[in-house]
């Protein structure tokens, strides 16, 4: 593609120094969100219809992880779907689910898990309203398809670039004898699918109507892009809000700043976890509300939230919680990072 990354670095600068709730002046200190301890699903059922604008969220990718008795492996530190790596250079990595150990049985539970996210997802978003969901590349289809068949519409993916532990690795237990081989490629990126409810008529009749159909600008001159470069989560992000997904800032500011086109309406995360998207809202000037049905990660989240929106990008707090407060762009990973993507 024609597109050289010193022009992608721009843009990303540009993005993470936007406050998209008034080009003039910057995001108001006090965003409201509304936090909801709660089954995601018996939430939007219970919602009124047309009455989100937008889903920024990053789901259970395999369900089975977030079991009660996968959590408790996880948390003891004895595996289960969860890869637990060795520490490395004295630091100890957070844990990764292995998905390869889906069965079919899993998979079709996933499938039917987002066969009933699609359906509420749809009935609760206004006309024109996006979904920005996360997955990865071994079971992005699982998610689309049922997206597709609810009756969004695909509109893309958004590609974040980040290297992650996942793939790379020889054979097992034939290290040795297969030393030039990899099961899989190292996975350096994660796709976001990008959906949107169609439109009522034309896009700028649903934008005077709804606020919604498109996405909004980075400036007057640059349009959102659909690949984002993104280190993996900080240290400091982890130890404010200790989730073993949480995204990191200045990747949530930029998708949940494009996913309001005029800067106005509600964005839900109904899988709110460690309160990334929630933090990234209140930062940026945008109203939401978040769901999690995890007491733990709902505590975690609650008291995290505030002094994530405030966190500027270099790490230092920001008293008006902007979209871009004191940080720099998000850089690629070097290609021997031993870093777990967040």
């Avoid at 992608?8 to 406050?19: A, F, G, K, P």
């Amino acid at each position: 593609m024609n597109f050289e990354i010193g022009t992608l670095d721009r843009i990303t600068d540009t993005v993470l120094r936007y406050s998209p709730k008034a080009a003039k002046k910057a995001a108001p200190v006090e965003a409201r969100y509304d936090l909801n301890l709660a089954d995601a699903f018996a939430w939007m059922e219970a919602r009124a219809e047309n009455s989100i604008h937008a889903i920024v969220t990053d789901p259970p990718y395999g369900l089975k992880e977030f079991t009660d008795v996968e959590q408790t492996k996880m948390r003891k530190g004895k595996g289960g779907v969860w890869r637990i790596p060795p520490s490395f250079d004295g630091a100890k990595r957070m844990s990764v689910p292995r998905f390869t150990v889906l069965d079919d049985a899993d998979i079709a539970a996933l499938r039917f898990f987002f066969e009933k996210f699609a359906k509420q997802a749809l009935r609760v978003l206004v006309p024109g309203g996006h979904v920005m969901i996360a997955t990865n590349p071994l079971l992005s289809q699982h998610v689309y398809i049922p997206m597709m068949e609810a009756g969004f519409e695909k509109r893309g993916e958004i590609i974040r670039l980040v290297q992650t532990l996942r793939g790379g690795d020889r054979p097992k237990n034939a290290h040795v004898e297969f030393k030039d081989v990899s099961v899989m490629p190292r996975s350096a990126w994660e796709p976001w699918g990008l959906f949107r409810k169609p439109c009522e008529g034309r896009v700028q009749d649903n934008l005077r109507k709804w606020g919604t159909g498109g996405l909004r600008r980075v400036s007057g001159h640059e349009p959102f892009v659909d690949v984002i470069r993104s280190s993996p989560t900080r240290v400091e992000e982890r130890r404010i809000a200790p989730h073993p997904s949480l995204k990191p800032q200045a990747l949530m500011r930029q998708l949940v700043a494009a996913s309001l086109p005029l800067g106005k309406g509600v964005v839900l995360d109904p899988f709110m976890g460690g309160g990334s998207t929630i933090a990234a809202a209140r930062a940026v000037g945008y109203e939401s509300i978040g769901i999690e049905q995890d007491p733990g990660y709902f505590k975690v989240a609650a008291a995290a939230i505030p002094t994530l929106a405030r966190l500027g990008l270099n790490g230092a707090t920001s008293g008006n919680g902007s979209a871009g407060g004191n940080g720099a762009a998000s850089k690629r990973p070097k290609a021997n990072s031993h870093r777990k993507s967040g």
